[in-house]
């Protein structure tokens, strides 16, 4: 069945430093969306990329979806105390039940 | 309501005992979701409602797990003879519709079993 796998399974940054997180899904999307789990949370949504190559941006972070709609990637510039918690990438292929990443775990020291 | 409503928030069982939880998505929204989240893991997909129908089941890992929806609202997840392998938050996520909807999550309901 899909997959969907996220790399780096943790990252710990230095407050102030870049963190980027990469998902890779093992069948075409449709799309893809991005949420974020703080610790002992449940999961929001972020953002939705559609789009072949499509690039969002929220502020500090940058989603882009890759050309062959089977790759995504958050990128957070200069991360802050308040970016801690687990991203996860949700891909939908098909019907439509969304297919969560393993998610990335990110750690700011301040 | 104004958010996705989960309860119990908290259950602790035996095993071999029958659990129901229960989710009561917004208002308004037509598809409704379980996912199973063990720690340390990315929610893993379980069923999805759109109205009272289950339009697709194929995460259910086995026959002890069943999921009902039956005037299209309100949806209980009901285990049997639970293990300890059950033992997970479950998450409950609705969306407008299930086209290319934001989810929304519950707070989810965390089940132990002993």
């Known amino acids: 069945g899909q997959q969907v796998m996220q790399i780096p399974q943790y990252q710990h940054v230095q407050e102030g430093e870049d963190f980027t997180t990469y998902c890779n899904s093992s069948?075409?999307?449709?799309?893809i969306q991005w949420y974020k789990q703080r610790p002992g949370g449940h999961p929001v949504f972020l953002i939705q990329?559609?789009?072949?190559?499509e690039v969002k941006k929220q502020k500090r972070l940058t989603f882009q979806f890759g050309e062959a709609k089977k790759n995504s990637s958050l990128h957070i510039t200069a991360t802050q105390t308040t970016d801690v918690g687990t991203y996860f990438c949700?891909?939908?292929?098909?019907?439509?039940?969304?297919?969560f990443g393993t998610g990335t775990r990110l750690k700011v020291l301040a | 309501g104004a958010g996705v409503s989960q309860t119990p928030s908290n259950k602790v069982t035996e095993k071999g005992k029958y659990v129901e939880l229960r989710c009561d998505p917004i208002?308004?929204?037509?598809?409704l979701y379980w996912y199973r989240q063990s720690l340390g893991q990315g929610p893993e997909f379980l069923i999805y409602?759109?109205?009272?129908?289950?339009?697709?089941d194929s995460g259910l890992p086995n026959d002890r797990f069943f999921a009902v929806r039956p005037e299209g609202s309100v949806s209980t997840l009901k285990i049997q003879r639970t293990e300890r392998g059950d033992s997970a938050v479950y998450l409950c996520?609705?969306?407008?519709?299930?086209?290319?909807?934001?989810?929304?999550f519950g707070a989810g309901s965390r089940l132990t079993v002993l």
């Open positions: 949700a891909g939908i292929s098909g019907t439509y039940k969304y297919i």
């Open positions: 208002s308004g929204h037509t598809a």
């Open positions: 996520a609705s969306s407008l519709n299930t086209g290319a909807n934001v989810l929304t």
């Open positions: 990329l559609v789009k072949s190559g």
């Open positions: 409602f759109q109205g009272t129908g289950a339009a697709d």
């Open positions: 069948t075409t999307l449709s799309n």
